[in-house]
């Protein structure tokens, strides 16, 4: 056998035993991907909850928190939204009202915003101009976001700031835990791994020229 035989064959050998290791460890593979992006902490409470814009479990689940005593103030951001048609921070203040949140207890800031980054941004504002010191906070999203939203908030808020995630349960969801069998949870993976690898060459490398692609 030659020497380029032998690298074909150990070549084929090693694609097979990926596949079969693919067939046979499918969902513990699977399960690895999507895992890696969930950060859940174990709760205490905390000055702020942050409650990052999108649909409206993400409210519920934090107003929850909030009557559970985790935290004192409920912080909405998000401004106006074309896709929902309304003003998130007003309609996050509205759903908490409803449900007997005390208007002292909620703080908002609805100056639009692109990207998480940006909401990171308006936290850090609140906190900086707020009189009473804010030491910790607990943000509020979905679970697949955790991973790029922790790295977003502890980079924006800096070293004298705690902070812990939130992911809102899966049985709260319209997707699910075993992303690979639900098409709108294929999107959500693909989507954050490519916004991870954009959140790393936009704000850690500071390539500025990207901020014309920010979103979400």
Known sequence: MSGFTRLLV????????IAVSMLLFKDQ??????????????????DILHVVAGEDYRTDYAIDLYQQGLANTLFFTGGI?????????EHGMQLSLARDVPQEA???????????YDEAVLLKKYIDENQLPKKSVLVVSDPFHMRRAHWTY??????????????????RLSYKDDWWTDPGAQRYILDEYTKMVYYFLRYQLSWKWLARFDTE
Not at 154 to 171: H, N, Q, S, T, Y
């Open 29 to 46: 593979v699977f399960h690895g991907i999507g895992g890696y992006l969930l950060v859940e902490d174990e709760f205490s409470p905390v």
């Open 10 to 17: 150990i070549a084929g050998l090693v694609v097979l035993t």
């Open 154 to 171: 502890e980079r924006v808020l800096g070293d004298g700031i705690k902070v812990l995630m939130a992911p809102v349960p899966f049985k």
């Open 81 to 89: 939204c074309q896709h929902h048609g309304y003003d998130h921070s």
């Open 106 to 116: 909620l703080a908002s800031d609805s100056t639009p915003v692109m990207s998480t």
